[in-house]
């Protein structure tokens, strides 16, 4: 008996949300070299990313319409975790496929509500990084809070070690109508989601060192975002360099999502 695809609604959150998420590491890599470049002030990060659109005309219109496309998202990678619809096997591999989907969701879920709070006035003063040291310091005052803390950070780590793990077993090929592409899409394709997923992932292992190094020293300054993170790329032994090479990979991982979204393979299409 033949599996019938998903509904019309959980393909339409996937694209949306796809290309949704897809603008905002576009967003983000380009404003990182443009303040490599000196030509814009301010971090690059997802807030100051969606700050810089609200100063476009019609900004707030495209501002909304990408939260509302990274709620699509959320609402996406959760079903993919719980209903499984690619069909993961229940093996090792399957497992931690959709145990990385689900820490997606949650990373993701995180961003925008941070982004909708300061779009909605209600965010703490100062810039996204002071928010969240703010909000780790109320957290270390709980009682196990420096063990939560330590955690987060550890979850972090496991994501951006699974973004290197997605494209070393290359578990994105199943997903893609490969077959609508031609050979140089193809491999336009598989060029984007290995350069985009570990520039994402070095992303991610630098903030989950910060975190880890905050829980042990019981101290909220060490914890980095995304904008502090391509800082401490910059002023690394390769500096400027490194830094381009994540920047552009970061705007790489954004073409790769928003091009995922548009192949996806559905069941129709298997």
């Known amino acids: 008996m033949p599996r019938r695809p998903p509904p019309r609604l959980v393909r339409y959150l996937a694209l949306s949300g796809s290309i949704a998420i897809g603008l905002v590491y576009i967003g983000i890599g380009t404003i990182a070299m443009l303040s490599l470049l000196r030509l814009k002030d301010g971090g690059a990060d997802e807030d100051s990313m969606l700050e810089f659109l609200t100063e476009l005309l019609a900004g707030w219109v495209l501002v909304w319409s990408i939260l509302l496309g990274m709620v699509c998202y959320i609402a996406w990678r959760l079903?993919?975790?719980?209903?499984?619809?690619?069909?993961?096997?229940?093996?090792?591999?399957?497992?931690?496929?959709?145990?990385?989907?689900?820490?997606?969701?949650?990373?993701?879920?995180?961003?925008?509500?941070?982004?909708?709070?300061?779009?909605?006035?209600?965010?703490?003063?100062?810039?996204?990084v002071e928010e969240q040291r703010l909000l780790i310091e109320e957290v270390l005052d709980w009682r196990g809070g420096t063990w939560l803390v330590g955690a987060t950070g550890v979850l972090v780590g496991i994501t951006g070690l699974l973004e290197f793990y997605h494209v070393v077993r290359r578990l994105y090929v199943p997903r893609l109508s490969m077959q609508r592409l031609s050979r140089m899409g193809q491999r336009l394709v598989h060029s984007l989601a290995w350069y985009g997923h570990f520039s994402r992932g070095t992303i991610l292992l630098i903030m989950s060192y910060f975190l880890v190094l905050g829980a042990i020293h019981a101290d909220p300054e060490e914890v980095v975002n995304t904008d502090k993170a391509f800082n401490f790329i910059g002023e690394s032994l390769l500096g400027h360099p490194l830094f381009v090479i994540v920047a552009i990979g970061t705007v790489a991982y954004g073409v790769f999502m928003i091009l995922q979204g548009i192949y996806m393979k559905w069941e129709k299409d298997r």
């Not at 690619?86 to 925008?112: M, W």
């Open 79 to 128: 079903y993919e975790a719980i209903a499984n619809p690619f069909h993961e096997p229940a093996t090792a591999k399957g497992i931690i496929t959709r145990i990385g989907t689900a820490l997606s969701s949650v990373a993701y879920a995180i961003i925008a509500l941070s982004a909708i709070q300061a779009l909605l006035g209600i965010a703490l003063e100062g810039d996204g």
